[in-house]
């Protein structure tokens, strides 16, 4: 089966559901991967069964927590592209901002942007908690997404200060993560934040569990968040 098959095959259990023109775009941005992951180290997983499930389909799991239509995204390290870019086909009207600190994956992002005509998509080299403290940046953003391999509490430190109030955002970890979650209470509270329902989920096709934790932005966050990033690392909140 082709990736397309696969990916079908999975929405079809659990959508959203996507047209021709989507799928088309989700296979290209695979095979782009595909062939960037020749030179660079985007990911461990290529094949079509893989980038299908482990890529696509646990992206678009986002879509139970959300709707982005109409929306305007920050994808937090956004790595290949994942869950920035399906988000952006999968929701056309939304507006996604791909924010990694690694300037040849960002290299790679705008190619593929441009190579795919996303107009909705824009990747932005730099570091969260700079930019964070800049007018433009600071609490601008619906959702703030993030499939980061960090601690909780401090992806929150650099993911809330670009939040409205009222937004949300949306950390996919694994489904073992209470403690995590548990440790992330303080930092939560002292950014402004108050931690919603966790959505437990599998990738279709596949014995994989993963978890959406979603945390609502309820009050402004003190202009002292983020500090610089080796303070977070440091002395977590």
Request: aromatic share 6%; hydrophobic share 45%; with cysteine.
């Amino acid at each position: 089966m082709s990736m397309v098959a696969f990916l079908q095959q999975g929405l079809a259990q659990s959508g959203p559901a996507l047209d021709e023109r989507q799928l088309t775009l989700c296979e290209e941005f695979a095979q782009l991967v595909a062939e960037k992951n020749k030179v660079m180290n985007l990911t461990g997983i290529t094949d079509d069964f893989g980038m299908a499930t482990i890529h696509f389909l646990d992206s678009l799991a986002l879509h139970h927590c959300a709707d982005f239509s109409g929306k305007r995204v920050l994808d937090i390290g956004s790595g290949a592209g994942f869950p920035g870019i399906p988000l952006a086909i999968s929701a056309p009207t939304g507006e996604f901002v791909l924010l990694d600190a690694l300037a040849k994956r960002i290299g790679f992002l705008q190619d593929s942007v441009a190579a795919l005509g996303l107009s909705n998509v824009t990747a932005v080299h730099g570091r969260a908690e700079e930019l964070a403290a800049k007018g433009d940046w600071r609490e601008s953003f619906d959702y703030v997404t993030s499939r980061a391999v960090a601690e909780l509490n401090v992806l929150c430190e650099l993911a809330l200060p670009f939040l409205k109030v009222g937004g949300v955002f949306l950390a996919m970890k694994g489904v073992d993560s209470e403690e995590e979650m548990l440790r992330a209470e303080r930092a939560i509270g002292l950014l402004g934040g108050r931690t919603l329902s966790p959505v437990d989920y599998g990738i279709p096709l596949t014995e994989v569990r993963h978890r959406i934790v979603a945390v609502e932005k309820i009050a402004a966050t003190e202009l002292i968040y983020p500090r610089r990033f080796s303070k977070i690392l440091k002395n977590p909140l």
